[in-house]
């Protein structure tokens, strides 16, 4: 992929914001009782899309001008990131092509096609996803826009945050001090550091898929491994984060977290029973985090819930298991 032009900023972030607000409205920031501690959780899966990835794909689709948006765009993506774009596309009238797993969830294939998406689909144990959208975009001259190593897409993300701060404000509440995210590639976690520069940005992933927390311990990027295990948390499957996230994330970030796929499946029924949402495996591991007692909850700590978009049938089994 072709190194980004420039680095993200929180001015962007502020930018993307303002942008961000005069096409959709906050999504709820929840007061919720957790472990005897009174946190917040921002419902992201209530997004048209069913994910913060809108915004992301907004600030970087919005921004593109008259001869890119005429080209169209390709992108790779599980099925969150791809929504969002298509979504951000149509709006705007133009194509877009997703690069997107034979496994992923049917309900993020079909919702993705039916916003007008081009898919391509790819073994995302044996074929590198990268290499097939960075052919496809050269090839019909598209701009390829990076689920996370993208500066427009982390400061589109970090709009989430800036909504947070407001909405805690609003409510005569402190500011946050811990703001926990659920974390793939980093796009979200770095977005939401820049935009809250005074909290601690918690990076939340699935165990074995655990590439970010490792390469805030190390000091250098690494990635999850030949043989990383089987997760639900298909929303979360990145290799390894990039240079550009990583600036930021190992600046503004001192640790992560990892939580195991029992502990999902426990926020996504605690999600479902007390604050009436569905969340997806993916969408729910901050969450996850701070029900096992993993995270301190301690200060004003904001919650990102980044998804909702699960197969009701996996969903119900969840929700219904002993």
């Known amino acids: 992929m072709d190194q980004p032009s420039r680095s993200p900023t929180r001015a962007g972030v502020l930018r993307a914001a303002e942008k961000v607000s005069h096409l959709l409205p906050p999504t709820p920031l929840l007061p919720v009782e957790l472990n ?13 899309v069913g994910a913060f990835k809108i915004r ?29 774009i298509a979504w951000a596309a149509r709006r705007l009238g133009m194509a877009a092509t997703i690069v997107m797993p ?5 309900i993020k294939l079909d919702r993705t096609r039916k916003m007008g998406a081009e898919i391509v689909t790819y073994d995302r ?20 826009v990076h689920a996370y190593a993208d500066p427009w897409v982390i400061e589109g993300q970090g709009s989430a ?11 005569e509440e402190p500011a946050p001090t811990r703001i926990l995210v659920c974390c793939g590639g980093g796009g979200l976690t770095a977005g939401i550091a820049l935009a809250c520069p005074d909290a601690t940005v918690v990076p ?9 927390c490792r390469s805030i311990e190390s000091g250098a990027i690494q990635d999850v491994g030949d043989n990383p295990p089987r997760t639900r948390c298909d929303a979360l499957q990145t290799f390894a984060t990039r240079p550009v996230n990583f600036a930021v994330l190992k600046e503004r970030c001192s640790y992560g977290l990892r939580v195991s796929e029992s502990e999902v499946r426990e926020a996504q029924r605690f999600a479902f029973a007390e ?12 969450l996850a985090a701070a029900l096992a007692g993993k995270a301190k909850l301690d200060g004003t700590t904001a919650i990102v819930l980044t998804g909702g978009n699960v197969d009701p049938r996996q969903f119900c089994q969840t929700v219904w298991q002993a």
């Open 36 to 48: 005897g501690a009174r946190v917040f959780a921002k419902a992201e899966c209530l997004q048209p």
């Open 56 to 84: 992301g794909a907004w600030h970087r689709l919005s921004d593109l001008d008259e001869g890119e948006r005429a080209r169209g765009v390709v992108a790779v993506s599980s099925g969150n990131h791809a929504q969002g």
């Open 102 to 106: 034979e496994d992923a969830p049917r």
């Open 125 to 144: 144990m044996t074929q590198n996803r990268e290499a097939i959208a960075q052919a496809l975009a050269d090839e019909r001259g598209c701009t390829y």
């Open 161 to 171: 945050g800036i909504e947070i701060a407001a909405q805690l404000e609003a409510m």
């Open 204 to 212: 939340v992933e699935p165990e074995g898929w655990d590439d970010v």
């Open 275 to 286: 604050l009436r949402l569905v969340l997806e495996p993916g969408g729910a591991v901050a």
